[in-house]
Nanobody
Framework: QVQLVESGGGLVQPGGSLRLSCAGSGRLFSSYIMGWYRQAPGKQRELVARIFSDGSTNYRDSVKGRFTISRDNAKNTVYLQMNSLKPEDTALYYC???????????WGQGTQVTVSS
């Protein structure tokens, strides 16, 4: 059974940093696209960043230069380093692992990130 477990969320002041982790189990994910999404109250879930099996990355414009996504295939894990956090980054963050040819993939349970003074 496939399972994704996120960790690393929490409360941080504006300008602070957090590092999210998402560890997968149940199969090998080295060929999968690994991504981070977020959903704020009353808003749709949105893609934050994703990393492909060859290491190439995409970021939404609002986090470019502040967030860095990386992966460790040996550990079936994806990371999201978040620096210079802003109140508008506050959301529930989800990881997603999916094969290239699949639309939905697998989701984690979410980890809360709150940026507030």
């Amino acid at each position: 059974q496939v399972q994704l477990v996120e960790s690393g969320g929490g409360l941080v002041q504006p300008g602070g940093s957090l590092r999210l982790s998402c560890a997968g189990s149940g199969r090998l994910f080295s060929s999968y696209i690994m991504g981070w999404y977020r959903q704020a109250p009353g808003k749709q879930r949105e893609l934050v960043a994703r990393i492909f099996s060859d290491g190439s990355t995409n970021y939404r414009d609002s986090v470019k230069g502040r967030f860095t996504i990386s992966r460790d295939n040996a550990k079936n894990t994806v990371y999201l380093q978040m620096n210079s956090l802003k109140p508008e980054d506050t959301a529930l963050y989800y990881c997603n692992f999916r094969p290239v040819a699949v639309v939905v993939g697998y989701w984690g349970q979410g980890t809360q990130v709150t940026v507030s003074s």
